[in-house]
């Protein structure tokens, strides 16, 4: 069973930081592409940041030298390092892993995890 598990959300004051991880099982991560997206309530769910499984790294430009992505493929766990957080920031944050041939999801190899809670707030 595929789970993908976040963890290190919570509540921080704006310029704050905080690291979330995603800890996946039941794929051979080091083959599977990551990101992590967000959702604000009454928003479109967006994709903040992506890595894939050769190392190439994206992020949206909202959050470009804000937040870091990276991965340990030996413990199968995807991280997004947030700084410098700004309560426009606020969302539910998620993390997806997918395989990706030629910038196409393969159907029946995408998955989800349950998302953390980021909220930003003085």
């Known amino acids: 069973q595929v789970q993908l598990v976040e963890s290190g959300g919570g509540l921080v004051q704006p310029g704050g930081s905080l690291r979330l991880s995603c800890a996946a099982s039941?794929?051979?991560?080091?083959?599977?592409?990551m990101a992590w997206y967000r959702q604000a309530p009454g928003k479109q769910r967006e994709l903040v940041a992506c890595?894939?499984?050769?190392?190439?790294?994206n992020y949206a430009d909202s959050v470009k030298d804000r937040f870091t992505i990276s991965r340990d493929n030996a413990k199968n766990t995807v991280y997004l390092q947030l700084s410098s957080l700004k309560p426009e920031d606020t969302a539910v944050y998620s993390c997806?892993?997918?395989?990706?041939?030629?910038?196409?999801?393969?159907?029946?190899?995408?998955?989800w995890g349950q998302g953390t809670q980021v909220t930003v707030s003085s």
């Open positions: 997806n892993a997918g395989l990706v041939v030629r910038s196409t999801l393969v159907q029946g190899y995408d998955y």
């Open positions: 890595i894939t499984s050769s190392g190439t790294i």
């Open positions: 039941g794929i051979l991560f080091g083959i599977y592409d």
